[in-house]
């Protein structure tokens, strides 16, 4: 038996945003960018660990929002067309650079890179990144997870059960539709827990969930081993908790590896570098400036972005060794160090944005690789599972309950509910109420007024993304984040004001089953009042 156990948990989420009504749209380009830079390369790197035999247990959440776009025709098309466009700007790049040593090098690596990312998307996936994640789910190293429906913030949704219920429920079966199979666990979104949400994953038998580092050190009573091995709630589901020390040195840009002055520059794009007649045709048809995901430019130190210089690939993956290593390095001597102080192997929980890797820290998907590449060789402390592997070995735990919480700044609700954005919160809870009321007034809907009801549970749903009130928090695509908001909420209450009166606009609600259209199976009456 080895001395102890590491988990890496990606969570890998975007809000629902399709909008067909337009040839291009930025927001759309969110889902484009993480796919290039970190979903694709992380098939990639699940391929290559496979053909080698290297056991690389590990734990990914794929949430519902993410998985529709994932299936969603329309997102397919795009993609592939997002991918053949900046093909197209690498071809205008090489004759560009010419033969300049410091950027000829750069723009081959994109091209062969982005080139096997089409070949891959288009052949082996058959357009579909669900079919890939599944495939190696199957093999059992990579465990899937899911998450709420919209990644609805379930602890601020709470005063109404039955939004809660929805948003796991419809989570679950999400999961269930694309993957062939039950979810085991649930990422709660935002790892925002408070006491009885254990209650509704029962229900779905979904067997664990993670919280916050200090949810777990304050649960009731206390964990003999702290964040170092997993409790039972008294529902039978168990709770992880987050390592503080393994995740800062990874997702810190300042105290972790992503800092290092070798790595690429995120911020220096050629959207920005480049004559704007040149680039024209690559930015938006406003004829506003964006990112291409085409960066030239490392770290290089505390500068201007004028100043940053040029990326050397094979000098960032002599980093990655040697930080994969230092890793490595780190885990063993944290595992030893519990191991002696409890007496028995205790589990090191890393979760993480699935994004960081690739799109934010560019060589991170690299990073997890050769990590995993050194663990299975280098090594003989730890063991890397997934965390359903780890509950087989280990199934005897404490029971207790986590204290209430996030990983949000300061481990609460703020980020979420705050001046900014808590005017939405109560336009939340009504149309909770009214669509609760609404199942209760038709409960065997048929034809179109059950395609209305089905359509209300979707724009309800897509209010409660917690995404909106974090980009309106942290000033990001605010303008964006209000309206999806706003619009939602006016959706819904125009198509319940329809369902009562029964005088329903089929046309406009075609319209909205086509734009809003994650959840093709979701049932209304999952609402149902509870008793």
């Not at 000829?104 to 669900?130: C, G, K, Q, W």
């Not at 079919?131 to 913030?153: K, P, S, V, W, Y």
């Not at 960066?295 to 500068?303: E, H, L, S």
Request: charged share 25%; glycine share 6%; net charge negative.
């Amino acid at each position: 038996m080895p001395q102890g156990y590491f988990a890496l948990v990606l969570h890998a989420h975007l809000p629902f945003v399709k909008h067909p009504e337009y040839p291009d749209f930025l927001e759309e380009d969110w889902f484009f960018e993480a796919a290039v830079e970190t979903y694709l390369p992380l098939l990639e790197m699940f391929e290559r660990l496979e053909a080698d035999g290297i056991p690389y247990g590990m734990t990914m959440v794929v949430t519902p929002s993410l998985a529709a776009m994932m299936s969603d025709p329309h997102h397919q098309q795009r993609l592939r067309r997002y991918i053949e466009k900046s093909l197209v700007l690498l071809e205008r790049e090489k004759a560009f650079v010419g033969d300049d040593p410091n950027f000829a090098p750069v723009v081959e690596f994109y091209r062969d890179r982005l080139s096997r990312y089409l070949d891959a998307f288009v052949n082996r996936y058959h357009f579909s990144l669900i079919e890939g994640l599944r495939h190696f789910d199957n093999l059992g190293h990579l465990e899937l997870i899911t998450c709420a429906a919209t990644h609805g913030l379930l602890p601020v949704l709470l005063s109404q059960p039955e939004a809660v219920r929805a948003q796991i429920s419809v989570g679950a079966s999400e999961f269930e539709r694309h993957f062939g199979r039950r979810p085991r666990g649930i990422w709660l979104p935002e790892c925002a827990y408070t006491e009885g949400i254990e209650n509704f994953l029962a229900d779905e038998d979904i067997r664990f969930f993670i919280v916050d580092t200090h949810c777990m050190q304050l649960a009731n009573p206390s964990p003999v081993f702290g964040n170092f091995a997993p409790i039972y709630t008294p529902s039978g589901v168990a709770a992880f908790g987050r390592d503080v020390e393994s995740s800062k040195q990874v997702w810190s840009s300042k105290e972790g590896y992503p800092g290092d002055v070798n790595y690429r520059e995120f911020y220096r794009d050629v959207g920005y570098d480049r004559p704007f007649e040149y680039i024209r045709d690559f930015v938006q048809p406003t004829g506003l400036r964006k990112q291409t995901g085409l960066k030239y430019y490392r770290i290089t130190g505390d500068v201007d972005l004028s100043q940053k210089q040029p990326y050397n690939r094979q000098a960032a993956m002599e980093r990655i060794d040697a930080h994969a290593g230092n890793f490595m390095f780190n885990r063993e001597l944290q595992i030893k160090h519990l191991n002696g102080q409890f007496g028995r192997p205790p589990i090191v929980v890393a979760p993480y944005d699935a994004e960081l890797f690739g799109h934010w820290w560019f060589e991170g998907t690299d990073f997890i690789e050769m990590f995993f590449r050194k663990s299975a060789y280098d090594q003989d402390v730890y063991e890397c599972v997934n965390l359903s592997g780890y509950l087989q070995k280990m199934p005897l735990q404490q029971v207790s309950t986590p204290a209430t919480g996030s990983w949000g700044d300061k481990g609460y609700f703020e980020v979420w509910v705050n001046d900014k954005n808590d005017y939405a919160i109560n336009h939340l809870h009504q149309c909770a109420i009214q669509m609760i009321d609404l199942v209760d007034q038709f409960p065997d809907a048929q034809g179109v007024q059950l395609r209305a009801l089905n359509q209300c549970a979707r724009e309800l749903l897509l209010a409660q993304s917690s995404d909106w009130p974090f980009i309106i928090t942290t000033d990001t695509m605010v303008d964006y984040a209000h309206r999806r908001i706003r619009e939602h909420v006016l959706r819904f209450l125009r198509l319940a004001d329809q369902i009562r009166r029964h005088q329903i606009d089929e046309k406009w609600l075609g319209h909205l089953e086509h734009r809003d259209s994650p959840f093709p199976d979701i049932d209304y009456r999952i609402y149902k009042r509870m008793s």
